[in-house]
C-alpha cells in the first residue's frame, strides 16, 4: 500500500534550534496538508498545498513557522527558532483533493527542551 | 461557524458489545464526512466517507456510519466491539466544493474484556 513518509518520526531539541520536518507524499496525490496534534489542542490543521502552491497557511504562526513544497515529492515544515510550546506531534497527510480523503502519515513527534 | 462536535471524550465498552459514537456538525454547506480511527504513536487512518446516495455508509473493520441531514449527524456504529478496536475515532467534515476538512476534537474508545 502507498503511504505517506515522515522524517524523522522523533526529534528532541533545545529552544531555539530550528527543526524541519520532511513529508513525503503518496504518488499522484495533488493536495498536501500539515496538522499539530497536542493534549489541549487536539488536530489543528497548519497549512496545506494543493499542486505544491500554498492554499491556507492561517493556523501557522508566520513568524517561526514556515511550510514549502521544493517539489511534488516533498514537503518541508519548518520552525525556527523553536519554542518548548512547539512539542507536539505533526502530522502531514495528503490526498487527492483537499475534501477528498486525506493519507496520513505516522506523524514527527517533537519535543523542544 | 462551521463545527463538528464529538460530545464523548471518552467511552468505555465491554467486548463484544456494540458501540456507538456520535458526532454533530454545522456546516452552511453540503458536507462531505468522515471517520478517522487513530491507534497509539500512529497516524488517522479512515474508516469511512459519506458524499452522496444511501445515507447508511460502510466502511472497513466493520464499522458503519449514518448520515442524519435533519439532526446533522454522523454517527459511527459497530455491533460488536473487539479488543483491538480500542483507539481514539475522529469526526471530520468538509465543504463539497473544496476547502479544508475540520475535525472534531475525538472520542477515546476504552474496550474492557
Known amino acids: 500500500d502507498a503511504r505517506v513518509t515522515q522524517t524523522p518520526r522523533h526529534k528532541v531539541t533545545e529552544m531555539g534550534q530550528e527543526v524541519t520536518m520532511r513529508c513525503q507524499p503518496i504518488?499522484?496525490?495533488?493536495?498536501v496538508f500539515w496538522y499539530r496534534q497536542t493534549m489541549m489542542q487536539g488536530l489543528e490543521l497548519l497549512a496545506y498545498?494543493?499542486?505544491?502552491?500554498?492554499?491556507?497557511d492561517s493556523g501557522m504562526p508566520k513568524d517561526r513557522f514556515s511550510a514549502e513544497m521544493p517539489d511534488a515529492t516533498l514537503a518541508t515544515l519548518k520552525i525556527q527558532p523553536s519554542e518548548p510550546r512547539d512539542s507536539a506531534v505533526y502530522f502531514c497527510a495528503s490526498g487527492l483533493g483537499s475534501n477528498q480523503p486525506q493519507h496520513f502519515g505516522d506523524g514527527t513527534r517533537l519535543s523542544i527542551l | 461557524a462551521q463545527s463538528v462536535t464529538q460530545p464523548d471524550i471518552h467511552i468505555t465498552v465491554s467486548e463484544g458489545a456494540s458501540l456507538e459514537l456520535r458526532c454533530n456538525y454545522s456546516?452552511?454547506?453540503?458536507?462531505?464526512l468522515f471517520w478517522y480511527v487513530q491507534s497509539p504513536g500512529q497516524g488517522l487512518q479512515l474508516l469511512l466517507k459519506y458524499f452522496s446516495g444511501d445515507t447508511l455508509v460502510q466502511g472497513i473493520k466493520g464499522f458503519e456510519a449514518e448520515f442524519k441531514r435533519s439532526q446533522s449527524s454522523f454517527n459511527l456504529r459497530k455491533p460488536s466491539v473487539h479488543w483491538s478496536d480500542a483507539a481514539e475515532y475522529f469526526c471530520a467534515v468538509g465543504a463539497v466544493f473544496g476547502g479544508k476538512l475540520i475535525f472534531g476534537q475525538g472520542t477515546e474508545l476504552s474496550v474492557k474484556p
Open positions: 456546516y452552511g454547506a453540503t458536507p462531505y
Open positions: 504518488l499522484g496525490h495533488n493536495t
Open positions: 498545498f494543493r499542486n505544491r502552491a500554498p492554499l491556507d
